[in-house]
């Protein structure tokens, strides 16, 4: 995983939660084409927009977009873009099923992200990337290179966060992304269907006392959690959890183990992705014998999450579902 320290979210209030995946989006189009026409050169257009510093004016919708990085390959699949992507590259974890038909239509550039060379061989008109790390300049990929190559970029907004990232935010990500490929109505489908999905959750665990979780990303000699301003911090309150980390001012962060026993979490929270397995993950918390009296491990209670799914993708909506099932199992 790409430890994302310039990366910022936080608490999502509930007028849009926004996240573009769990309810019924079709994994071969993501959305419907009868309401937009991606790659429109006139109407619309020019578009200038400011994404992370960076001004930028769009004259006509991309057409060969390379999206580097799970989240954000994922929201231009979810808005139904796969004919417009010259590329992908950077999974965290498996593609979500439903764009994997979407998905397996466009190129693979890189197992990680491409070299600059294999990057332009793809002739892209538009790169977007999830984390920071995606326009590294000491890897020839920087923004200003782009832009002088005639190339348009984006930076997940997540990434680049003064302070805590809220609804607006996400409803920012995907509203603006819309409009970059000329496709709005896409865009604000996806978000009321996802809406209405959240919505569903709430009214769910109406009433429900939270659970402490202590979030376990990785970590031997300190632990790798999540922070207060990362969008997994708000899934996990919707979820009906309460973040025992939600004081550290980051999205993720180094803590002692001291602090962790010290905060007594009654859930942990595993993130799965990568090399390291989830059963590897609870071996080493269960065999730490300075943690043997924490309430979670005590009790081995754990919980799952996908790592593409607590960062600002098409996949919130569903994580909160699917965690609040594993944190209030009893609640319907």
């Not at 000329?182 to 665990?205: H, T, Y």
Request: proline share 4%; charged share 25%; aromatic share 6%.
């Amino acid at each position: 995983m790409l430890r994302i320290g310039a990366a910022s979210r936080t608490l999502l209030t509930s007028l849009l939660l926004l996240p573009l995946a769990a309810c019924g989006t079709s994994g071969s189009s993501g959305a419907d084409k009868s309401d937009d026409k991606a790659g429109g050169a006139s109407a619309g257009f020019p578009y200038t927009v400011t994404n992370c510093g960076v001004k930028t004016t769009f004259t006509q919708a991309p057409k060969r977009a390379v999206a580097l990085n799970q989240h954000t390959t994922e929201i231009l699949l979810a808005l139904g873009l796969q004919d417009r992507m010259a590329g992908t590259a950077y999974l965290d974890d498996k593609i979500s099923p439903e764009y994997r038909k979407a998905y397996d239509s466009v190129k693979v550039l890189a197992e990680k992200y491409p070299s600059k060379e294999t990057l332009l061989g793809a002739n892209p008109d538009f790169v977007y990337g999830g984390y920071a790390s995606a326009f590294d300049k000491g890897e020839g990929r920087d923004r200003a290179g782009f832009q002088k190559s005639g190339i348009n970029t984006r930076l997940n907004i997540e990434s680049c966060a003064k302070g805590p990232i809220d609804v607006d935010d996400l409803k920012t990500e995907v509203t603006q992304v819309s409009r970059i490929f000329n496709v709005p109505e896409r865009g604000k489908k996806l978000i009321a269907r996802e809406q209405k999905g959240l919505d569903s959750v709430a009214a769910r665990l109406k009433g429900v006392e939270p659970v402490s979780v202590f979030v376990y990303d990785s970590g031997d000699s300190s632990a790798f959690t999540a922070g207060g301003q990362g969008l997994g911090n708000d899934i996990i309150r919707r979820a009906g959890g309460r973040n025992v980390f939600a004081d550290v001012e980051k999205s993720f962060a180094d803590v002692s183990w001291e602090r962790v026993i010290a905060r007594k979490p009654d859930v942990v929270v595993i993130y799965d992705y990568g090399g390291t397995s989830v059963a590897a993950k609870k071996e080493r918390l269960l065999n730490d014998p300075a943690l043997k009296n924490v309430p979670a491990i005590k009790n081995k209670r754990f919980a799952v999450l996908p790592l593409s799914s607590a960062v600002l993708g098409v996949r919130a909506a569903d994580a909160v579902d699917g965690l609040a099932a594993q944190l209030h199992p009893g609640a319907k």
